[in-house]
């Protein structure tokens, strides 16, 4: 997962943290408030029967107790619980019936003249709930009975289970809704960073004119501004960069070839062996430098080249290039092979680009083999990837030496001492960086250096 999708979860993720947090803030104490209201109104409820009851009890003539039995009777139809009543000798008052349990501690402390009022296990009822007795007094103060309800908690429960479930709903419902907007805004606020990204990575492609659009908020804004002046003054130090390369490589051709034209004709004309040795000197001096002049063109063309890489077929460039350098191999006594383990073997290259890689691969390989050796070109499929290598029989190279040859300019032994431009494989190691390839020096199994390319599996169209 990229960078800018973290983000977005992180904003995502904090966001729906937030609502959440402000949910729970303000919805669980209401709803603690609400169960405790609930069981407040209960026992409001139930105290205030059972001091009506109490009332008629305490009465003690026939119309009250009727009266306290109508109440009894209505209640227990009216409201899951049960009003019962007992005398201070613990008898029934008529025409109540008696009632279950006469003797629970309820009753007890009623009849001592205390109230009592706890939720618990109510015999009654044979279940849970509020017990509340209350004493009934005459008159002149006496205890004369007591009067007990007993309320279930089961109606309670049911209530809070439907307050907390509501807002446990509610709540997932606002949490849903708040992903979503999270999300919405997440990609909206992190736009500004995805032209960003999509900004660097032209430029890590190599299109200096990639430019981000100055939007969003202020630091996003300051931010697209920066980036963008680096990448124009990026762009503008290696145009210049490379247009003086260019430029410079270019005009020294004329005055080189000019130069070598009138050491040629000097030579013609010079009898005395030591002033010829002298001028073929130059003149081989001159023919270096104008390999130094053409490979510096090369490599300024190939950091300039901004190319799209197609699937090429490797057995083709590879038969290609070899058929074009058989002749001066042949010339040096080297033989040309060529092995491939898969001759469909397509690699994503930029057009022309593996030709140069190899162009510039073969000439130092045939610049270093001697008479009767071979250079041999193979290639397969590798740990995800099209590998080209490149294996002569020359001297090789050291770790020290490999590890400089990608290096401008250094200039490994030939045949005859240090040769060539330095420049071949700092353009090889450029043309296939470019394609998202890599390049390594290694040690041939004869003893000679291998060069290992390895380039994008490319695939039909």
Not at 48 to 56: F, G, K, M, Y
Not at 92 to 106: E, F, K, M, S, V
Not at 281 to 307: C, D, F, P, W
Not at 313 to 325: N, P, Q, S, Y
Request: net charge negative; aromatic share 4%; charged share 25%.
């Amino acid at each position: 997962m990229s960078g800018r999708e973290s983000l977005n979860r992180r904003l995502v993720v904090s966001y729906v943290l937030l609502v959440a947090i402000a949910i729970a803030a303000f919805t669980v104490p209401v709803a603690f408030v609400l169960t405790g209201q609930l069981r407040g109104d209960v026992e409001t409820s139930v105290r205030r029967e059972a001091d009506t009851a109490a009332l008629l009890l305490a009465a003690g003539d026939l119309p009250s107790r009727q009266a306290l039995a109508r109440l009894a009777e209505a209640y227990g139809k009216e409201t899951p619980g049960r009003l019962d009543a007992v005398l201070a000798d613990g008898t029934a008052p008529a025409p109540l019936p008696p009632p279950p349990a006469p003797d629970d501690p309820a009753f007890r402390s009623a009849l001592a003249g205390q109230v009592s009022a706890q939720w618990e296990h109510a015999a009654a009822l044979d279940a849970d709930g509020l017990v509340l007795a209350v004493p009934a007094r005459d008159a002149a103060g006496r205890v004369t009975g007591a009067v007990r309800v007993s309320y279930p908690s089961a109606p309670i429960a049911a209530r809070q289970l439907q307050i907390w479930g509501f807002r446990a709903v509610l709540a997932v419902t606002v949490l849903v809704v708040a992903a979503f907007l999270g999300a919405f805004f997440a990609r909206r606020l992190t736009r500004p960073f995805r032209e960003l990204h999509r900004m660097a990575a032209r430029l890590r492609d190599g299109e200096l004119t990639a430019r981000a659009e100055e939007s969003g908020p202020v630091e996003t804004r300051t931010l697209a501004r920066t980036l963008n002046n680096a990448a124009e003054t990026i762009d503008t130090l290696v145009r210049a960069q490379r247009s003086f390369i260019a430029d410079a490589s270019h005009q020294l051709r004329t005055p080189l070839t000019a130069l070598r034209l009138s050491l040629d004709n000097i030579a013609d004309g010079v009898q005395d062996p030591a002033v010829h040795e002298d001028v073929d000197q130059a003149t081989a001096e001159v023919v270096r430098m104008s390999r130094l002049v053409n490979g510096l063109l090369t490599l300024a063309k190939a950091e300039a080249a901004i190319g799209a890489p197609e699937p090429v077929r490797v057995a083709e460039v590879v038969a290609g290039r070899l058929d074009a350098w058989r002749a001066v191999a042949a010339d040096r006594g080297v033989q040309l092979r060529q092995d491939h383990g898969d001759e469909d073997l397509l690699a994503m290259v930029t057009p022309g680009n593996l030709e140069q890689v190899l162009d510039n691969v073969l000439s130092n390989a045939l610049e270093v083999s001697p008479d009767g050796a071979a250079v041999t070109v193979s290639s397969g499929r590798r740990d995800g990837e099209a590998v080209l290598e490149v294996a002569d029989e020359g001297p090789g190279m050291s770790e020290a030496e490999r590890q400089r040859a990608f290096d401008r300019f250094w200039r490994g032994q030939g045949r005859t001492g240090p040769s060539g431009s330095g420049l071949g494989l700092a353009i090889v190691k450029q043309l296939v960086t470019d394609d998202g390839g890599t390049v390594s020096l290694g040690s041939a199994a004869g003893g000679g250096l291998c060069v290992r390319i390895g380039l994008p599996l490319g695939h039909r169209r």
